[in-house]
C-alpha cells in the first residue's frame, strides 16, 4: 500500500521557521510528482510547492517563494518543505500529495500555526 506520513507542524511565532516531512512508502521514488498543499480555515485547499522526483525542478506559489523550499531525501523517501519568515497568514493545515500521472495520493495532514 502507498502511504504518506506527513510530520513536523507546530506553532511558531512570526518570523521564525518550521520542516514538515513527508515520506513515502509502497513507490518507487524516482518517479513522480510531490508536492505541498496547505488548507487554511474557510478557505480553499492551495498548492504551495512541488517537486519532481525524476529531476528535482521544483515550483512554488508566489506568496511563498523565497521563504519556503521543498527538497527530497532519495535514501530517507522523504519529500521536506523548510518555511522560514512564517508569517500569521501562513497558518494552516499542510498536505503532502503524490502524482504518479495514473493515481494521486494525500498524506495526513499537519497543523501550522504561526502566531503573530
Known amino acids: 500500500d502507498v502511504q504518506l506520513q506527513a510530520s513536523g507542524g507546530g506553532l511558531v511565532q512570526a518570523g521564525g521557521s518550521l520542516r514538515v516531512s513527508c515520506e513515502v512508502s509502497g513507490l518507487p521514488f524516482d518517479d513522480f510528482a510531490a508536492a505541498w498543499f496547505r488548507q487554511a480555515p474557510g478557505k480553499k485547499r492551495e498548492g504551495i510547492a512541488g517537486?519532481?522526483?525524476?529531476?528535482?525542478?521544483?515550483y512554488y506559489l508566489d506568496s511563498v517563494k523565497g521563504r519556503f523550499t521543498i527538497s527530497k531525501n532519495n535514501a530517507k523517501k522523504t519529500v521536506y518543505l523548510q518555511m522560514n519568515s512564517l508569517e500569521p497568514r501562513d497558518t494552516a493545515v499542510y498536505y503532502c500529495?503524490?502524482?504518479?500521472?495514473?493515481?494521486?495520493?494525500w498524506g495526513q495532514g499537519t497543523q501550522v500555526t504561526v502566531s503573530s
Open positions: 517537486i519532481r522526483m525524476r529531476d528535482g525542478r521544483t
Open positions: 500529495n503524490v502524482d504518479t500521472g495514473s493515481r494521486n495520493y
